[in-house]
T-cell receptor, first 111, second 116 residues
């Protein structure tokens, strides 16, 4: 089992719809969870961080964390073509400081 | 402006040559990291440093070396021992390493290395 797993996609959603991106992790001791967005050829940029069970909202983005089930998700409301990118889930695993990334889910927002 | 800079943006190397990638940050962050990304793959940790004059190997350190002589600088050398060095190299930093709420990592723009 991979430490951090994501569906590679592509996930295709129409403009204005809700995009739902999921991530599961194996280390039950993880305390921090991050979502990064990466445009093609660019470096990752932080979208959301979440530390507690439940939902955290920031604009059109909502991160959801369920530690008991070991998953974290990212919802993007009112999806825009500019949201088309690869979304990386990152979770500290094992030794502190080691951030393990999933392989990313490619999101395509269609007109 | 505070941030992380990496240079060069593109780098071409002949086989058998060592090259050094630069990473500088003015965020006053204690921790710095080097990742490698291959097409269609996630990021893999090469080395990280939690404090000046100290660093630890990540998951794929073979063929790479680093130094941390100054808080703001964490250069990565790709040696000729690295068998498949062509990749996108990303430097990141965080306030501290592995500490709740201050471990968020921020990335530089990256260096794309191609071995000819």
């Amino acid at each position: 089992q991979k430490e951090v797993e994501q569906n590679s996609g592509p996930l295709s959603v129409p403009e204005g719809a809700i995009a739902s991106l999921n991530c599961t992790y194996s280390d039950r001791g993880s305390q921090s969870f991050f979502w990064y967005r990466q445009y093609s050829g660019k470096s990752p940029e932080l979208i959301m961080s979440i530390y507690s069970n439940g939902d955290k909202e920031d604009g059109r983005f909502t991160a959801q964390l369920n530690k008991a089930s070991q998953y974290v998700s990212l919802l993007i409301r009112d999806s825009q073509p500019s949201d088309s990118a690869t979304y990386l889930c990152a979770v500290p695993t094992g030794t502190a400081s080691k951030l393990t990334f999933g392989t990313g889910t490619r999101l395509q927002v269609t007109l | 402006d505070g941030g992380i800079t990496q240079s060069p943006k593109y780098l071409f190397r002949k086989e058998g040559q060592n090259v050094t990638l630069s990473c500088e940050q003015n965020l006053n962050h204690d921790a710095m990291y080097w990742y490698r990304q291959d097409p269609g793959q996630g990021l893999r940790l090469i080395y990280y440093s939690q404090i000046v004059n100290d660093f630890q190997k990540g998951d794929i350190a073979e063929g790479y070396s680093v130094s941390r002589e100054k808080k703001e600088s964490f250069p990565l050398t790709v040696t000729s021992a690295q068998k498949n060095p062509t990749a996108f190299y990303l430097c990141a930093s965080s306030i501290v390493a592995g500490s709740y709420h201050t471990d968020t990592q921020y990335f530089g723009p990256g260096t794309r290395l191609t071995v000819l």
